[in-house]
């Protein structure tokens, strides 16, 4: 059947696996009582296990579903390390239900599918050599694709079972208070690891440096941790950061950036009080930095920052420009260290940031996000997870969460090399056009038709050229052509779920 943005959702998916198809962004608060998932507690008076073999052989069995987190990014050396022993004792038919992947772990997760060991896998997306063998149909099951507040929504509502949760810290105590503040590989906000510490059956950390009892600030408790694993290394503390603070210079994201910041500032939104997150690439970098000139001229200071967390974000905080920031993920050393220092910096797990069944998340607080896409189309619907040639190369992190905001912009070029990015249709609906507000590209702006109010607010701003959405594809498909159409086989190799866990998409496996 056709779900309501016009994809087509496979019946056999919609019977087989007890899914709704996507319907409205309006999740509304639905009156729900939630059945917390069975915790096993174990005695907490030995919690110190002398290797990752011993932990594995005591507590992981086949058919099981694991979970690790993705705040080590690049440095991660937890989860390989794990899954070695995972496939090397033969253990087989795994869920793997990660926060996220990285590319440090493409090549472990395809070694551990070829050998049976993983036969599932949900997540918030995937890249590389894993996004590439997957596209090309070798695992067994679709790879199911969550936000992050639709996987902490799927984990406090029992939609994912975490039998064992493996969570690298920087530190810990022998009973497993923790925190991502202290040690060499220290990463700042644990966000997305609490809630597999809050709801996972087991809940082993693997950590480099034991300290002594008790361990505070505890953003990991004692009272929800089984064992702890004294390793040798956690993460490469160099590669953590590798998505560090980056400015740009590109002369196309410059302008991109300057449009965003003309376009934040001249809604309704821009006003002492308002409330913003921004990404971490290098357009969205200098957003913040053209932001905070505009609001150092008009005496304008935010409430609150959201998000995934980086310096120039902190700066603001520290020259008080900002009020708090709401800390789920740091994506810099300058970010973490903060986390540590600053008692305005709050960390809040995945579902105080954004799942959609809450009494109340911070990302329905949110006035203005700028946000990033691979593609998005005439209907503004956006893609973030295939690339132009069909292949997982992505992921929706918090991209469907914070486009609930009351101003969502998206920023991207017109095209990328020979790639258009603004398209008649796009290969993969992430999250759907009646989120997006305004399309910013280097050429002008696209404000969508719904949004009446803004269609008179926003188009007679000085520089700042404005377009229908079709007339900005038109001018995409002149400078690179129409592409030739892409070829899938009938096989759904991903299932992308909106917020609420209804299907707006699946993708196809691409034909070689």
């Known amino acids: 059947m056709k779900n309501r943005v016009g994809r087509e959702i496979p019946d056999d998916i919609l019977k087989d696996k007890n899914y709704k198809a996507f319907e409205t962004t309006e999740i509304g608060h639905p009156d729900k009582q939630r059945i917390a998932p069975i915790v096993t507690v174990t005695n907490g008076d030995n919690k110190v296990v002398n290797s990752i073999k011993e932990i594995v052989e005591k507590l992981v069995k086949d058919g099981m579903t694991i979970s690790f987190h993705h705040h080590l990014r690049e440095g991660d050396q937890i989860f390989n390390d794990v899954m070695q022993a995972i496939i090397d004792l033969g253990i087989k038919d795994l869920t793997l239900a990660p926060s996220s992947l990285t590319n440090v772990m493409n090549d472990m997760v395809v070694k551990a599918i070829k050998s049976g060991t993983i036969t599932n896998i949900t997540s918030s997306g995937m890249r590389g050599s ?66 597999d510490a809050q709801y996972a059956r087991r809940v082993v950390l693997l950590t480099d440096n034991l300290v002594p009892y008790p361990n505070t600030p505890a953003s990991i408790k004692q009272t929800q941790v089984d064992y702890v694993v004294k390793v040798a290394k956690v993460g490469d503390p160099d590669r953590i950061g590798s998505g560090a603070t980056r400015f740009t210079k590109d002369p196309k994201e410059l302008k991109i950036a300057q449009m965003v910041n003309e376009v934040i500032t ?29 609001m150092l001229d008009n005496k304008i200071k935010a409430s609150f920052a959201l998000g995934g967390i980086t310096k120039p974000t902190v700066d603001l905080l520290e020259e008080g420009l900002v009020n708090k920031i709401m800390d789920v993920q740091d994506f810099d050393k300058g970010a973490a260290d903060s986390m540590k220092n600053n008692r305005k910096q709050q960390e809040i797990d995945a579902s105080w940031y954004a799942d959609p069944d809450n009494k109340a998340a911070m990302v329905d607080q949110l006035d203005v996000v700028i946000l990033s896409a ?57 999250t759907p056009g009646d989120s997006i507000d305004v399309l910013v590209t ?39 052509g129409k592409p030739k159409a892409l070829e899938f086989t009938d096989k759904t190799v991903a299932l992308i779920e909106y917020r609420d866990g209804s299907l707006i998409d699946v993708v196809k496996q691409v034909k070689d």
């Open 130 to 195: 894993l996004g590439d063998a997957v596209s090309h149909g070798l695992l067994k099951n679709p790879v199911v694709f969550r936000s992050h507040g639709n996987r902490a929504r799927a984990i406090e509502e029992g939609k994912i079972k975490i039998d064992v949760a493996f969570l690298g810290v920087p530190n810990s105590d022998e009973v497993g208070n923790a925190n991502g503040m202290e040690g060499d590989a220290a990463f700042g906000s644990l966000g997305y690891a609490l809630m």
């Open 442 to 480: 280097e050429v002008g702006i696209a404000i969508n038709p719904k949004r009446h109010d803004l269609l008179e607010t926003l188009s007679n701003i000085p520089g700042v050229p404005v377009y229908t959405i079709e007339e900005l594809q038109q001018k995409a498909q002149q400078i690179v």
């Open 374 to 430: 691979l593609e998005i189309d005439t209907k503004f619907n956006v893609n973030v997870m295939t690339g132009s040639d069909g292949v997982i190369r992505g992921a929706i992190g918090g991209h469907q969460d914070a486009a609930t905001a009351k101003l969502t912009i998206i920023s991207a070029p017109l095209v990328r090399g020979r790639i258009a990015t603004v398209v008649p249709d796009v290969t993969t609906i992430v």
């Open 266 to 294: 001249h809604s309704p939104y821009f006003k002492d009080g308002f409330s913003f997150q921004t990404g971490s690439g290098g357009a969205a970098l200098a957003v913040t930095r053209y932001l905070r000139q505009a």
